[in-house]
């Protein structure tokens, strides 16, 4: 029973999600009196919606499954490490573009995010690195910025 | 009629004006290709330039960006899962499943195949029914609207395979992701928390750059991929008419869903390219082949999605109702011009709006031969290291969505969505249901409340009308029959069991 709980702890996150969703409708969106169907009733409807299915899914799986759910996260072969470092550096990586571009402006920023992405995928040819991140920094700071005529952030430098 | 076809022919083919096109088309091939950049952004950029021009020049300079920028989406849907345009997303869900298997030459090929023959279709429709066309396009009003709006998402069974409960789940998110923002029909906002950025709700590029590129990227990043392909060359594939000719039949029904989805103001490629696939998808032998690299899918996309190019400019330039956002803006480009859109064009300016009609169908031929010289060039890019790749297309990513409405909100929505997508797709969630939710959602929403509005709260407005009525048979019966000729195949065999069994005593 609890295996069968834990291969479905996807769909008991979602019911949760519908649930909260349900409760903070009263507060986050007003009623109007103007139309036969106000601006809360997609919103309950999709919430309830969600929760129906989630608890579909989980009682499938308890009463109805005989063997545990086969939709679990994938496995992948022993012989390969799931890269989840690389997966969470890359993430932080992206945060902090948004975050320094306004700061040390497109070209500088962008310039370094490529570079330290070559690195995070394994690439470890520093001539490769340098050209790759300077040509496609040029590149696209003339597509965007004098070609298409996008702003794009100037931070300290450019 | 003919004279003006004849006039036009030769207008065309005047040294500026087909300098414009051809330049209108490698443009806009380039901006489509661009995640983040839209059609709709790179007409209203090359919009200036044609200041200058004559009318012809200047109007087929917009809509060679049209076409092409509406093709280019495939490119980057096909080897990066990264659709260039929502338009394109469909084409993602086989075309990038064809670059894994090291066949991105065949989906490329497929692809600029059907959207040259959608566009050449829809032109046809434009040159010669265009009235006709107009008048059963402006029939659509709000019950109309939903019961298109409730066909379209019926078609969420059709992507989410054997995920049906997961498929609708997502579906449900995409919608209630949708609502988000100020209500259209009361002005109220909903889900904003005190965010003023929240109150614009979530623009769809950015969500398409996380939902499918951002999220493929952590997906390649953990399976330690060393290319996109898994190969280090290009499958060699030979491509011509006759690897084609299965196709004819998926293509041409395509064709005609995007000029009938195209003439319709206010729907667009994105719907006409969904709505073709779960067509093709419902009457393929094989259906299920659909999302794992099936040419047939690529083909219906790619056709619906070009089918709306000249069907979009038939409300244009008959009545003066912009069909989509870019419609709007090549409206301007005529009002520029000294032109008035409206039945007096046709009488008033016959040489020009004959050349401009014309001038589509050779931007479609002109845009064929400058993607098939390419096609060889774009496929390597399957085969690039990651190490090299995927920065860049991260770096892509992040400026594309910049780009929007230059803000770093739309690149924190883009981060946001492409962790929701990685984590769905672990849960072998599927991510087209959310997308398409996301654009018919509030279409369904909108179109229902206004309906009852009119209606005073009535249901049967729905009934009276033999357009939605047609629509809603049509998704009752899509959603059925797979259903019935499912049992009724399983039957036969019952059946065979039973005679075995009583000749066996």
Redesign the interface.
């Known amino acids: 029973m609890i295996e069968k709980l834990k291969s479905q702890i996807d769909s008991i996150v979602l019911g949760l999600f519908g649930i909260f969703v349900l409760a903070i409708i009263p507060v986050q969106i007003s009623e109007s009196s103007l139309s036969a169907l106000g601006p809360r009733f997609f919103p309950y409807l999709l919430a309830g919606a969600i929760i129906l299915l989630s608890a579909i899914s989980i009682i499938k799986e308890l009463f109805i499954s005989s063997t545990a759910n086969k939709d679990t996260p994938e496995d992948l072969a022993d012989e390969k490490k799931p890269g989840y470092m690389s997966i969470g550096l890359t993430f932080i990586s992206l945060l902090l573009w948004a975050f320094l571009v306004p700061v040390l402006g497109f070209v500088i920023t962008t310039l370094l995010f490529v570079g330290v992405m070559m690195w995070i995928t394994g690439n470890r040819n520093i001539v490769a690195i340098s050209l790759t991140s300077i040509l496609f920094t040029a590149a696209t700071y003339y597509v965007f910025r004098i070609i298409l005529q996008v702003f794009l952030p100037e931070g300290i430098f450019l | 009629m003919l004279d003006q076809i004849l006039v036009g022919l030769l207008n065309v083919f005047n040294f500026h004006v087909f300098l414009a096109l051809v330049i209108g088309v490698a443009v806009g091939m380039v901006?489509g290709s661009l995640p983040g950049?839209s059609v709709t952004?790179g007409v209203a950029?090359l919009l200036p330039f044609t200041f200058g021009m004559s009318p012809e020049a200047g109007m087929l300079l917009l809509i060679g960006v049209y076409c092409a920028g509406t093709y280019g989406g495939s490119i980057s849907a096909i080897l990066l899962n990264t659709p260039g345009t929502a338009a394109s997303a469909a084409t993602s869900l086989d075309g990038y499943a064809l670059s894994r298997q090291g066949k991105a030459g065949s989906a490329l090929n497929m692809s600029i195949y059907a959207s040259v023959i959608g566009g050449l279709i829809s032109g046809v429709a434009l040159l010669f029914v265009a009235p006709q066309i107009a008048r059963f396009a402006l029939s659509f009003g709000p019950p109309e609207f939903f019961a298109l709006a409730i066909f379209g998402l019926s078609i969420i069974a059709g992507v989410s395979g054997n995920?049906l409960?997961?498929g609708?789940?997502m579906a449900?998110?995409g919608?209630?992701i949708a609502?988000v923002g100020i209500?259209s029909?009361?002005g109220?906002?909903?889900?904003?928390?005190g965010f003023d950025s929240l109150t614009s709700g979530f623009e769809l590029v950015p969500v398409l750059i996380g939902l499918f590129a951002?999220s493929e990227?952590?997906n390649q990043?953990?399976?330690?991929a060393k290319s996109i392909s898994g190969m280090n060359k290009v499958k060699n594939e030979k491509f011509g008419l006759k690897e084609l000719k299965p196709f004819r039949k998926t293509i041409v029904k395509s064709s005609f869903i995007g000029v009938i989805v195209g003439a319709i103001p206010g729907t667009g490629g994105a719907i006409a390219s969904f709505l073709s696939y779960n067509e093709a998808r419902r009457s393929s032998k094989n259906p299920s082949e659909f999302g794992k690299g099936s040419l047939d899918g690529v083909a219906a996309s790619e056709a619906g999605n070009n089918g709306v190019t000249g069907a979009t400019l038939i409300p244009m330039l008959t009545l003066g109702i912009p069909g989509d956002v870019v419609t709007a803006v090549l409206l301007g480009s005529l009002l520029i011009q000294g032109l008035r859109p409206g039945p007096d064009l046709f009488v008033n300016y016959g040489p020009i709006v004959y050349t401009v009609m014309i001038g589509f169908l050779v931007v479609n031929v002109v845009m064929f031969f400058v993607a098939k010289s390419s096609i060889k060039y774009f496929a390597k890019l399957s085969v690039i290291?990651?190490?090299?790749l995927?920065?860049?297309v991260?770096?892509?990513c992040?400026?594309g969505s910049?780009?929007v409405n230059?803000s770093?909100y739309s690149?924190?929505v883009a981060?946001a969505f492409?962790?929701i997508g990685?984590i769905f797709t672990?849960?072998?969630?599927p991510i087209a249901p959310m997308l398409i939710a996301m654009i018919l959602?509030p279409m369904a929403?909108n179109a229902?409340?206004q309906s009852?509005?009119i209606s005073?709260?009535s249901y049967k407005i729905f009934f009276q009308s033999p357009i939605a009525i047609t629509f809603i048979i049509l998704t009752i019966l899509s959603m059925a029959l797979p259903f019935i000729t499912s049992k009724l195949k399983k039957k036969p065999e019952v059946d065979h069991v039973i005679e075995a069994r009583k000749i066996g005593g």
């Open positions: 901006i950049l952004m950029l995920a409960g997961k609708l789940i449900c998110l919608m209630l609502t209500d029909v009361d109220f906002p909903r889900f904003t928390f951002i990227i952590f990043l953990e399976r330690r290291p990651n190490t090299i995927l920065p860049i991260l770096g892509l992040l400026i910049f780009a230059n770093f690149v924190f981060i492409g962790l990685y672990k849960f072998k969630y959602g929403e229902l409340r009852l509005i005073q709260g």
